[in-house]
């Protein structure tokens, strides 16, 4: 028996001391930080202040904040972004929650960490428009202090505690008849969970659900299995912030039924997914359904508890 | 180091052995008694004089499963499979009275406790959800709603612990989304931070804290076989503290540093013989006594089956879908992308494969696998059916599956069968069992129901156009023909398209309990 080389040691056991946001019923307490970012009180607030600080952008009119508003579920109502001088980006601006709990950033997960995505706004030509030198001339702040504060305050941007969570935690009350239909429809003959499971309710995984033309995770992979692939989003607080899909285009959750309903067509679009295939829901089912929809909605919070 | 650690290894001592023996508890850490389930009952058995002490009695449907004793072994936290059909924590004093139900969540379907906070107010718990999601949480010991620390996906941990200062759990996972290894990993109960401790090739699994705290021991496989190692628990380099100990499974540490563990020997392997009785032989080549389900491809050149493989010796997930030629000393392994893998058959044409089980996001249903890309595809499936999955085939091109009571084909139309199983399709004809003693057989688009020869049948036939009926022991004929056929077996014959050949299932397990003194 030769000694253990193939065994590797990664880590040692490190810990500090974070301060941690209170968790909502049906996320993990366990919370993703990278040893290299912890949370701190400080910086969650100064994150929070350059989140709606608008001297982020090019023309002083646009902040994190615009395009992902509280009260939309930290999306957008409209089905683009718009940012600077009124330029149009060619995506929807994602929701925002549970975030800390990520694998990948951006609807086509370019992204490795929050650190690298919060910077990708500001620097979009059609978001935010400035170099990270010229936030950081703005702001005073260096560029790793930036981008470090801006995750941290992402990080604690948590949705939780619906009717969904209090029904998996034992409350068979949580849920109405309607929506237990919708729920039952959603893991069985509609097949939703395929890709939207967990706590989150995603996989963190790419699909093609046969909208639009846009490349999506191809642009990233250059595999053609993953042209029009996009992050599964979380479901959570959906029905807060239509319209929905990546590029805005189903303006209510029937649409989007009615889309997965129909299946999409493998024969025009080679890399549609595989789980992607005609529903036959009936008109019951589908109202059911998005009774279901509508039960993910609980509270949302950010930023520390005082 | 490697040598001097073994030098001060005292040699295993066997514990107990028996027909009795399973593997679902724990020693107390005063070494007095170790918890198991006999029977169904949850039961205490005293590690020096083997008396046994019951201490909740299973009845109808209900048993008990894995188990754990209190540090003071005053209490045992146990999984019990309810009259509702999934799994509550319930909790025991081991100085007798009537148990408590300590969390019972229809969503969650499976528990397993695994070990006990130091100050005994929480039992640290594995969770398995509906939505195959496996959570670890502590459960509170004076009842309440569990806090979930983390949420994994359908590779539930294989065992989990915590330091004996309560601060720190360690359990095992795949090491990432697309590596079907398992890693060690460290994980803070105040859910600040967690950290990969073991990695790299092969299987790193069943970690348990020893008593001081100051290292983790867990079983790996580099390459010669399953044997237990050691590690820091602040890292450093793992030493292998006892080579090749079978197919072994961690039970606890005593706090004298008595290590007990499970060994698992037999097991069921796949055999061919002749239908006439004679030349029994041994079908597979590798992983003797961990085959099952075997099935003739309709040319006769593949014997498909099922095959547990690697380290990790048990859990559904282990299983492969093996070929094996007719001629000659090849074989394959079908890497089927499913969690749960129950059984196999051919598609009549011989190019796909039907195979009943559940994929990873725990669709329970009848998948089709091709021989030889892997590539799966879900033909049916349906909440009902649990992990299992559905039998099905086809029969005149069409796709049929057994649900409940009825037989249904894909396109909707269905054929009443009691407690519908043992779906048997030859391409053209299909016969199943329905109840204990009629079969219904579909030929030329018609149903009838006919009287089963062998009361009690639990497998059916096609040799050729005739069909056969068993029991797993008998095999006879619709006219009541007897067929020689070994009758110490598992209930499922596949018969070769010769006619003239079957292969089936035998064999059983056995359990032991091992203890190994660890070195200081």
């Known amino acids: ?306 | 180091m490697l040598l001097l650690a073994l030098a001060l290894l005292t040699e295993p001592r066997l514990v107990w052995r028996g027909a009795n023996v399973t593997l679902l508890g724990a020693p107390s850490k005063d070494g007095a008694w170790l918890s198991y389930i006999d029977s169904g009952d949850l039961a205490l058995r005293n590690l020096r004089d083997g008396r046994t002490v019951r201490l909740a009695r299973s009845a109808n449907k209900e048993f008990g499963y894995f188990s754990v004793l209190s540090r003071d072994s005053k209490s045992i936290a146990y999984a019990w499979f309810n009259d509702k059909g999934f799994y509550d924590l319930r909790l025991a004093s081991t100085a007798g009275g009537e148990p408590r139900l300590l969390y019972r969540n229809e969503e969650t379907g499976f528990v397993q406790p695994c070990a006990w906070t130091p100050d005994g107010k929480h039992i640290l718990t594995l969770l398995f959800r509906k939505d195959n999601i496996s959570q670890i949480a502590l459960v509170p010991a004076a009842g309440g709603p569990p806090v979930v620390l983390r949420s994994l996906n359908w590779v539930y941990p294989k065992r989990m612990d915590l330091s004996p200062d309560g601060r720190f759990i360690v359990y095992d996972s795949f090491a990432s989304d697309d590596n079907g290894d398992r890693a060690i990993y460290l994980l803070a109960v105040d859910g600040s931070s967690e950290r990969k401790l073991v990695a790299g090739p092969g299987n790193h699994l069943f970690p348990l804290w020893t008593p001081d705290g100051k290292s983790i021991l867990f079983a790996s496989d580099p390459g010669d076989g399953m044997g237990l190692w050691q590690i820091g628990a602040s890292g450093g380099t793992p030493r292998l503290i006892a080579p090749r100990l079978g197919r072994f499974v961690p039970l606890g540490i005593t706090a004298a540093g008595d290590y007990y563990y499970g060994l698992r020997g037999g097991g069921t392997d796949v055999y061919v013989a002749d239908l006439a009785g004679t030349a029994r032989r041994t079908a597979t080549l590798k992983f003797p006594d961990r085959n099952r389900a075997p099935a003739w491809s309709p040319n006769g050149e593949w014997l498909a089956y099922l095959s547990r493989r690697g380290t990790e010796n048990f859990g559904q997930e282990s299983r492969v879908i093996v070929l094996r030629a007719s001629r000659g000393e090849e074989e394959r392994e079908v890497a089927a992308r499913l969690a749960h893998l129950e059984a196999v058959w051919w598609a009549p044409d011989g190019k796909s494969l039907l195979v009943r089980g559940s994929d990873r996001q725990g669709r329970g249903g009848l998948y089709r696998v091709d021989p030889e890309t892997a590539e799966t595809k879900l033909l049916h499936w349906d909440e009902s059916a649990g992990f299992r999955g559905l039998e099905g085939a086809y029969v005149g091109g069409k796709l049929l599956y057994a649900l409940g009571d009825e037989i249904r084909f894909k396109e909707g139309a269905s054929h009443p069968c009691p407690q519908a199983r043992a779906l048997t399709s030859n391409g053209a004809n299909l016969a199943a069992l329905c109840g204990s003693k009629s079969i219904a057989v579909h030929r030329e688009g018609a149903w009838s129901t006919i009287e089963s020869p062998i009361p009690g049948a639990q497998e059916l036939a096609w040799i050729g156009d005739r069909l056969a009926v068993g029991d797993g022991q008998q095999l006879r004929l619709l006219d009541g023909t007897k067929l020689p056929i070994p009758s110490e077996r598992v209930p499922g014959v596949s018969v070769h398209p010769n006619g003239k050949t079957i292969a089936y299932t035998a064999g059983s397990a056995q359990s032991e309990v091992w203890c190994l003194r660890l070195p200081n």
Request: hydrophobic share 40%; glycine share 8%; charged share 25%.
């Open chain 1, 1 to 306: 028996m030769s000694a253990p080389a193939k065994l590797i040691v990664l880590a040692a056991l490190t810990l500090t001391a974070a301060d941690r946001p209170a968790i909502p019923l049906g996320l993990d307490a366990f919370l993703p930080v990278p040893a290299a970012n912890p949370l701190t009180r400080e910086k969650v607030a100064l994150g929070r202040r350059l989140f709606h600080d608008t001297r982020l952008s090019r023309d002083q009119t646009v902040s994190c904040a615009t395009c992902h508003q509280a009260r939309y579920a930290f999306a957008d109502p409209r089905p683009l972004a718009i940012g600077v001088h009124g330029r149009k980006a060619g995506r929807r601006s994602p929701r925002i929650l549970n975030r800390v709990y990520g694998k990948s950033f951006f609807w086509d997960g370019r992204a490795a960490t929050l650190e690298e995505q919060v910077a990708g706004p500001i620097q979009n030509p059609v978001e935010m428009d400035l170099t990270l030198a010229e936030a950081t001339a703005r702001t005073g702040l260096s560029e790793l202090d930036l981008k470090n504060a801006l995750a941290s305050y992402v990080r604690t941007i948590l949705a939780g505690d619906s009717p969904y969570d209090r029904f998996l935690a034992g409350d068979r009350a949580a849920l109405t008849a309607e929506a237990q239909l919708g729920l039952n429809l959603f893991r069985g003959k509609a097949g939703c969970t395929a890709c939207h499971l967990g706590p989150n309710l995603t996989d963190e995984r790419f699909h093609n659900t046969g909208i639009g033309a846009d490349p999506g995770r191809f642009r990233v992979t250059a595999n053609p299995r993953d042209r029009g692939a996009f992050k599964t989003p979380t479901l959570r607080e959906v029905a807060k912030a239509p319209p929905y899909m990546h590029d805005g285009s189903l303006l209510t959750l029937d649409d989007v039924v009615e889309h997965y309903d129909k299946g999409g067509d493998s024969e025009t679009n080679a890399s549609l997914d595989p789980e992607m295939r005609a529903l036959r829901l009936t008109t019951v089912e589908k109202k059911a359904l998005v009774a279901f929809l509508e039960s993910l909605s609980g509270t949302i919070q950010e930023g520390l508890a005082p």
